[in-house]
C-alpha cells in the first residue's frame, strides 16, 4: 500500500521541483532600451522607452524602466512593465544627457546603458508620398523637415511588387533635397508599393510611411492562354467543355479586354466566340479566376484561344480534342493530400508517346464545385503542387494526362484525402430476387459526398455469422451480390456497411425469407391447370367422334350405340381402306351406298333338314327361336354383340366366291354367317 501511494506522489513532487529550479533560474537579460521623443506639434514631450524581452514569451519577466542624468548618482523609475515605458516631462531636464537601463524585477539582471541627448531624439512624423507617374515610374514625396525649419540629412526609399513577402534589404538613400525616386526597368503593367521615410538635421530617422500603390505602364501582352477541357461525368455520358484561366499580370501586361475562342468542328467548320471580360453572357461563367464556356465541345476537334488588351493579343494556345484516350494499362501515380497542399507525382513512363508536348495533372473535388483545378508540366518532369485550402474528409479525384500534338490521353487516375473517416451509410439496400437456396442483394453507394475517405470495400454480415467483403465496383455504380447455401423456407436478417482506412460505417438492415423446397404454389397450380386442359381436350375429341352419327367408339362400351350391320367387317369391304379421319379412335357403322349383292327375297316351302339330311317341314319351336332374337334383356346385350362380332369376321359373301346356286344345301350355309346374324328370316317377311 505504502509503494503505491508513492508511485502517486512522485509526478507531483516532480513537478513542484521543476517549478522551484525554474523560479531558481536567472532570468535572461533584456535589451538596451530605444527612446525617442514623440512629435505631436511641439519639441517638449515625454520620452518613450521600448526594448526586447527575452526568455519565454508566454511567461515574460516584469520589468522597470531607469533613467537618471548624466554625472548624477540619484535616478528615477518607471512602474513595471514588460516592453516599454514613458518618462514624462518632469521627470528629466531639458538639456544635456540621459542614462537609461531596463532591470528585471527582484532580481540584479539588467541591460546595459544607454546615454540619449534629449534634445536629439525627436521623431518627427514619416513623410507623405505626394506624386507619381507611370513612365518612367517615379515617386515624389513631402518634407518633414520643414516642421521645425529643419534640414533634410537623408531620406531611405523601399519598394516591391505587390504580392511579395517582406521587402528588399537594399534601399535608395537621398542625400539632396530632391525627394523623388524612379524605379529601373519596371515590369509592365504591375502594381508596385513604395515606402519612404527620412532623417534630418537635428533629428531621429522617422517611421516608414504608409504604403502607396502604383501600376506601371501598360504593354503588349505575351504568353499563352492557360486552357483546358472540363469533362462533367455520368453513367449514362460525358460531357466536356471549354475552360482556361485568367492571364498572369507578368503576361496580361495590360488589361485584359476579352478572350477569342475558336472551335473547329470534325465537319470542317469554324465557330468563333469573342468573351468579354467586361459583360456577361449566358455563353460563358467566370468564377474570378477560371473562365467557362457553357455550350459542349460535343464534335469539336480542336480549339484554339487568344488574350487581348487595347495594344494587342497573344500567341493563340491550341489544344487536341479528339475522342479522349485512356491507356490500357494504367500508370501508377502517387497522391499526397494536406491541409495547404495536394502532391502528385508519377514515374516518367519507359514507353515514348509520339509527339509528347506536356503532362497536364488535374484535380477535382467531390462533389463537383469550385474544386476544380490543372497544371501543365514539362515532359521532363515527373510531379506537380497544388495550393490551397484542401478540405478534411473530402475526396480529391486526380488524374494525369499526356498530351501529344495528335491526342490527349488519360494515363491514370486516383483519389486523395487529407484526412479520412469513417464513411456514412449506403443510402438503399434490399432484396432484388429470391429462391429457394439463393438471395441476390443489391444497394446504392455511398455518395461521393459522404464517402468520408477511399471505399475499400463493402462488409456484408448474416445472422448466421457469415461475412463476406464485397470490392467496390470500378464505376462506382449500383452493386449487386448473391449469398449462395441458404436454407429453405427460413427468414434471414443481413447487414451491409461501407469500410474505409478511416473506420467502418454505419449499418444498414434488410430481412428476407427464403422459398419452400417444394415447387412455388404457382407451379402446381401451373401443374394443375395443364391436366385438366389436358383431360377436357381429350374428352371432347372423344365425345365428338363417338356421338358423331353413324360412329361406334371403341373406348366406349358397345352397348351404347344401335346395333346395325357394319359392312366393314364382310370381306367385301376388307379390299377398301377407310379414311376416316380420327379412324384410330371412331368406325363407321354405317355406309349409304354400300357395294354388296342384292338381296332377293324368294318364297320357299318351311323345310328342314333332319337328322339325316332329309328335308322337313319346319317344326313351330324352331320358328320361335327366331322371334327370342328380340327378346333379348339389355344384361345379355353386350354378350350378344360380342358373339355378333366375332360371326363378322367369318362371313363370306357367295357372289364374289361360288356364283349363283339354287341349292337348299349352300342357301343353308350362306344364310349361317353375316346373314344369319342379320338377315331377316323366312316367317319375318311373311309376317310383313
Known amino acids: 500500500m505504502a509503494v503505491s501511494r508513492t508511485k502517486c506522489l512522485f509526478p507531483v513532487l516532480l513537478t513542484l521541483l521543476l517549478k522551484r529550479a525554474a523560479a531558481a533560474e536567472v532570468p535572461a537579460t533584456p535589451s538596451v532600451p530605444e527612446c525617442y521623443r514623440p512629435y505631436n506639434g511641439e519639441i517638449c514631450s515625454y520620452i518613450k522607452c521600448i526594448w526586447n524581452p527575452q526568455g519565454d514569451p508566454e511567461n515574460p519577466s516584469p520589468y522597470r524602466l531607469h533613467w537618471k542624468p548624466e554625472n548624477i548618482e540619484d535616478g528615477d523609475m518607471t512602474e513595471e512593465s514588460s516592453s516599454e515605458g514613458i518618462i514624462h516631462r518632469q521627470q528629466f531636464p531639458s538639456h544635456g544627457k540621459l542614462r537609461v537601463w531596463v532591470e528585471v524585477v527582484n532580481s540584479s539582471v539588467r541591460s546595459e546603458e544607454a546615454v540619449y541627448h534629449v534634445e536629439h531624439i525627436v521623431k518627427l512624423p514619416p513623410p507623405k508620398i505626394t506624386k507619381v507617374s507611370q513612365d518612367p515610374l517615379e515617386i515624389t514625396w513631402s518634407n518633414s523637415c520643414t516642421l521645425e525649419d529643419w534640414d533634410v540629412k537623408h531620406c531611405d526609399v523601399r519598394y516591391r511588387t505587390e504580392g511579395d513577402r517582406g521587402w528588399p534589404a537594399s534601399q535608395y538613400e537621398n542625400q539632396t533635397s530632391d525627394l523623388r525616386y524612379a524605379v529601373m526597368d519596371p515590369q509592365f503593367f504591375t502594381i508596385y508599393q513604395f515606402q519612404v521615410r527620412c532623417m534630418c538635421s537635428h533629428s ?47 503576361q496580361a501586361r495590360g488589361v485584359i479586354l476579352g478572350y477569342v475562342a ?12 469573342n468573351v468579354s471580360t467586361k459583360t456577361s453572357s449566358p455563353l460563358w461563367v467566370h468564377d474570378g479566376r477560371i473562365w467557362r464556356l457553357t455550350s459542349s465541345l460535343k464534335d469539336v476537334s480542336s480549339v484554339t484561344i487568344s488574350a487581348y488588351n487595347a495594344l494587342g493579343a497573344t500567341d493563340p494556345s491550341h489544344l487536341v480534342l479528339q475522342a479522349l484516350g485512356v491507356k490500357e494499362k494504367a500508370q501508377k501515380i502517387h497522391v499526397e493530400v494536406t491541409q495547404e497542399n495536394l502532391t502528385v507525382s508519377w514515374d516518367l513512363s519507359s514507353e515514348s508517346f509520339d509527339g509528347l508536348m506536356q503532362y497536364v495533372v488535374e484535380y477535382r473535388m467531390c462533389p463537383p464545385g469550385p474544386g476544380f483545378d490543372w497544371i501543365k508540366v514539362d515532359k521532363n518532369l515527373s510531379s506537380a503542387v497544388f495550393k490551397g485550402e484542401f478540405k478534411k474528409y473530402t475526396a480529391h479525384h486526380v488524374s ?37 437456396s439463393e438471395v441476390t442483394l443489391f444497394w446504392e453507394p455511398v455518395p461521393c459526398s459522404k464517402q468520408n475517405g477511399v471505399i475499400l470495400y463493402y462488409q456484408i454480415r448474416t445472422d448466421t455469422q457469415k461475412v463476406y467483403n464485397v470490392s467496390v465496383s470500378p464505376d462506382h455504380g449500383n452493386q449487386t451480390f448473391t449469398l449462395l447455401g441458404l436454407n429453405p423456407d427460413q427468414e434471414y436478417t443481413v447487414w451491409i456497411a461501407a469500410v474505409s482506412a ?163 344345301y349352300e342357301d343353308e350355309q350362306i344364310s349361317s354367317g353375316y346373314e344369319t346374324h342379320f338377315m331377316p328370316t323366312a316367317i319375318e317377311i311373311r309376317g310383313d
Not at 475558336?262 to 466566340?273: D, L, W
Not at 499526356?402 to 484526412?419: E, F, P, R, W
Not at 357394319?566 to 376388307?574: A, E, G, L, V
Open 204 to 250: 531621429l530617422m522617422s517611421d516608414w510611411s504608409e504604403i502607396y500603390n502604383e501600376t506601371s505602364v501598360e504593354s503588349t501582352p505575351i504568353g499563352e492562354v492557360d486552357m483546358w477541357r472540363d469533362c462533367v461525368k455520368s453513367h449514362a455520358s460525358s460531357e466536356c467543355f471549354l475552360t482556361w484561366k485568367n492571364l498572369s499580370n507578368s
Open 262 to 273: 475558336t472551335r473547329v468542328y470534325a465537319n470542317g467548320t469554324e465557330k468563333q466566340t
Open 400 to 436: 494525369l494526362f499526356a498530351v501529344t500534338n495528335k491526342k490527349v490521353l488519360q494515363l491514370s487516375t486516383s483519389i486523395g484525402y487529407s484526412v479520412q473517416g469513417a464513411p456514412s451509410k449506403v443510402p438503399s439496400f434490399k432484396v432484388s430476387s429470391i429462391a429457394v
Open 502 to 664: 478511416g473506420g467502418s460505417g454505419k449499418n444498414v438492415t434488410t430481412t428476407f425469407k427464403t422459398k419452400n423446397n417444394e415447387n412455388s404454389a404457382d407451379l402446381v397450380w401451373v401443374r394443375i391447370f395443364l391436366g385438366i386442359v389436358v383431360v377436357l381436350v381429350v374428352t371432347s375429341v372423344a365425345l365428338f367422334c363417338c356421338f358423331k352419327r353413324n360412329t361406334v367408339c371403341p373406348l366406349l362400351p358397345l352397348c351404347l350405340f344401335e346395333k346395325e350391320p357394319d359392312p366393314s367387317n364382310s370381306k367385301i369391304f376388307k379390299q377398301f381402306q377407310i379414311n376416316e379421319p380420327l379412324s384410330w379412335i371412331c368406325k363407321s357403322i354405317y355406309d349409304p351406298n354400300p357395294k354388296i349383292s342384292k338381296l332377293e327375297i324368294v318364297e320357299k316351302s318351311s323345310e328342314a333338314l333332319d337328322s339325316n339330311g332329309i328335308t322337313s317341314p319346319m317344326m313351330e319351336n324352331e320358328s320361335t327361336q327366331f322371334d327370342q332374337r328380340d327378346d333379348v334383356t339389355p344384361e345379355d346385350c353386350c354378350k350378344t354383340d360380342s358373339k355378333a362380332r366375332e360371326a363378322y369376321s367369318k362371313m363370306v359373301d357367295s357372289d364374289e366366291d361360288k356364283g349363283d346356286s339354287s341349292s337348299s
